[in-house]
């Protein structure tokens, strides 16, 4: 059970506030925080207990691959997703199993 995406990524206060106040994992929809560097930056807020991320949005596999590793550095599991086509979600998929720091991979 987690509370996904109540707020938009970037309402980094509200999520903080909502983290703060329930008992269940708080994860973000991953779509809006589409920069390596931005996503280092969420990680320090203490706005999540878990991260998502997609290799289409954050600009590829290796700073998807960097994101899963600031997110277990950061002692948090980073979830990926993929609402692309074949080869997007076999990207993403080949990054969720080959990483070992994420419990789902969220594909319509």
Not at 31 to 42: A, G, P, V
Request: net charge negative.
């Amino acid at each position: 059970t987690w509370f996904e995406a109540p707020l938009p990524d970037w309402d980094l206060t509200g999520y903080r506030t909502l983290t703060r106040a329930v008992d269940i994992p708080v994860i973000p929809s991953g779509n809006w925080i589409q920069d390596l560097s931005l996503f280092e930056e969420t990680l320090k807020t203490g706005a999540w207990n878990t991260t998502r991320t997609d290799a289409t949005i954050l600009g590829g596999i290796t700073p998807a691959q960097k994101a899963v590793s600031l997110s277990a550095e950061a002692g948090m599991k980073c979830e990926l997703m993929s609402w692309g086509y074949t080869l997007p979600s076999a990207a993403n998929l080949h990054l969720m199993l080959g990483c070992g720091h994420c419990s789902y991979y969220e594909q319509p």
